[in-house]
């Protein structure tokens, strides 16, 4: 069987549980598999695949160009990280698991195939200081710089994906939360601050232009190109990336994965319930969540000891009378 044929037919199937979004990274990594497979082994049929020929193609990956790999230039000559070459690892492998299980093959060439160990970094969150240059630098008087700054509320206030912020509806957002769609299409609901509430119901009723008076998405894209139509998950990203270059921040990425470690570190320093926090989320366990919280120290830990100690639940003061010894 031909391995395009066969990789059109798995992504029709597992359509319904990928995300607009994440079918497309399926779609780059199998290509970029497919490339490699038939230009270095001739291969292109998936019944003569083995895992060395796996093995072979992930260090071609890392020692090959991003730009290569991902067919588009990011204007810096540099490799893949090893973060992205597990990504593509890990589809290749549920690729070819999938495979198995169609019982398109007799074995998997995949099951002992690993991806590169990954360093361990803890990621740098927003402070104070950080959030405050970024709202002070938009200018709220225009309909570009309100609606920024709503959506970095809503990314600070929320901790939702990037992709999260393109595909919210108007009908998504309620007085003291928002519905979100998520990885695999799943729809889990987030609580909004009240603040971040009013300025949402501000940004829809005065300083939203839509060309379409029916478009359902709620922020749209102010720019000449895309004047009046929803924002895309790129927009958002430029939007981001120029706020870096505008405010010079060298000591952290701004991007909204930080805004969502950031909501997620903050959350829990406020006291919030981490099961809670895993839900708002959507990770499907919590020890997902456990590793957004890497850099939370035992020092913030503690600030909110008394209102959450048992003890604050309990009376001891029955016990605090001091009792003296009978004169002999």
């Known amino acids: 069987m031909k391995l395009q044929e066969v990789i059109k037919h798995f992504l ?19 290509r970029h598999l497919v490339n490699l497979l038939n230009s270095v082994y001739g291969i292109d049929e998936l019944e003569k695949v083995t895992i060395l020929h796996l093995r072979d193609c992930v260090r071609h990956m890392i020692d090959t160009p991003s730009e290569v790999v991902r067919e588009r230039s990011y204007g810096k000559k540099s490799n893949l990280a090893d973060s992205s070459v597990k990504t593509y690892v890990n589809i290749w492998k549920v690729f070819f698991n999938w495979c198995y299980q169609e019982e398109l093959i007799d074995s ?37 710089g309100f609606r920024d700054y709503v959506i970095l509320l809503l990314l600070l206030d929320t901790g939702i994906r990037l992709d999260e912020i393109g595909t919210l509806l108007l009908e998504d957002v309620h007085d003291t939360y928002i ?5 695999g299409r799943k729809e889990r609901e987030v609580g909004i601050h009240p603040d971040v509430s009013k300025q949402l119901w501000k940004y829809v009723h005065k300083h939203r232009h839509p060309g379409n008076p029916d478009e359902p998405k709620i922020f749209i894209d102010c720019s000449k190109q895309g004047r009046g139509k929803a924002i895309s998950r790129a927009g958002v990203k430029g939007m981001l990336a120029r706020l870096k270059v505008a405010l010079d921040l060298k000591d952290v990425r ?6 969502r470690h950031t909501f997620a570190k903050m ?10 926090l895993s839900r708002e989320m959507g990770h499907t366990n919590v020890r997902i969540t456990q590793k957004y919280l890497e850099d939370f120290t035992s020092t913030e830990a503690r600030k909110e000891h008394d209102s959450h100690s048992p003890l604050s639940v309990l009376d001891i003061s029955r016990y605090r009378k001091v009792r003296r010894k009978k004169d002999v």
């Open 267 to 276: 959350y829990l320093a406020q006291g919030g319930d981490i099961f809670k």
């Open 179 to 183: 519905k979100v769609r998520g990885k």
């Open 254 to 259: 701004l991007s909204a994965h930080t805004f």
């Open 12 to 30: 029709v199937d597992v359509d319904n549980r990928l995300g607009e979004n994440t079918h497309g990274s399926y779609q780059r990594a199998l």
């Open 108 to 144: 998997n060439p995949s099951a002992r195939l690993k991806a590169p160990k990954l360093e361990k970094r803890v990621l740098k969150t927003f402070t104070s200081e950080h959030i405050y240059r970024m709202l002070d630098s938009l200018n709220l008087s225009t309909d570009i």
